[in-house]
Structures are given as C-alpha cells and as structure tokens.
C-alpha cells in the first residue's frame, strides 16, 4: 500500500513549526512518541503547572500534531503522526541542498587542508638546531 502524505499549506506549515519551535513542546512531543498520555503524566518532566502544560496541549492541538480525548475525568493526549510526515516531506526537498552544501564544505576544507603546511613539532624544531 503507498502511503502519501497531502501537501501542507504554508499556514499548515507555519503553526507545525511554531509549535515545534519551543523546547517544552518538543519534550511533550517526545514523550507521545512513546504512547499516549494524560496531561498529569506530561507535566511530571517540567517545573510548570498544568494550566501552561494545557496552553502547550493548545498549541501543539491547533498544529494538528497531537489529539485530545476524554475518558471520564482524565484527558489523554497522543501523537498524531500524519502531522509529523507533513514537515518530514517538506524538509526532505531541501536535503539534497544540504547535502550537496555540505560535499562542498568538505571539499574545500580539505583543499585549504591539504595547501596548509604542517606545523612542527616542538621536537623537530630543537632537533634541526641540533639540541638533543
């Protein structure tokens, strides 16, 4: 079965990256990567409450990264992987960009490697002055 993943709109593209852009909401998005949890069990890492918790759940919700459910009191989060595969195949058009900058990069630092003499070492110099 082909999988495709549907293009990303740019404002698609812009929350996706937002939400992806603070650390706090990455750490949750680790997390959901293992399985799903409630918003307790995503506060227990970090040193804020649970109403900022909630307000990152807001985010990465309206990103389309994560869904919420109910189960009577408790409210479980997961990840919503189809999200993820959007900013994947986005940046994956730029990896040969990077790739072929970064054959360049090497290139060039091995040419202005090669062209460099070599120092001496502390020895060699003593040794060419003739002390022991």
């Known amino acids: 079965m082909l999988n495709v993943v549907p293009e990303r709109t ?9 939400a992806l852009a603070d650390a706090t909401r990455r750490g949750i998005v680790e997390r959901l990567a ?7 069990e995503l506060a227990a890492p970090f040193s804020i409450s649970l109403p900022a918790i909630s307000r990152h759940l807001n985010v ?9 459910s109910q189960q009577g009191r408790w409210r479980r989060a997961r990840l919503s992987p ?19 900058s970064f054959g360049r990069l090497d ?12 120092p001496q070492t502390q020895t060699e110099t003593e040794t060419e002055r003739g002390r022991p």
Not at 10 to 18: A, K, R, T, Y
Not at 34 to 40: D, F, I, N, P
Not at 107 to 118: F, G, N, V
């Open 107 to 118: 290139d060039h630092l091995a040419r202005i490697t090669s062209e460099q003499p070599t």
């Open 60 to 68: 990465l919700e309206r990103a389309s990264l994560i869904t919420r």
């Open 34 to 40: 293992v399985g799903e949890a409630t918003v307790t």
């Open 10 to 18: 740019s404002e698609e593209l812009d929350l996706l990256f937002g």
């Open 82 to 100: 189809t999200s993820l595969a959007g900013a994947a195949t986005w940046l994956s058009r730029y990896e040969r960009l990077w790739v072929e």
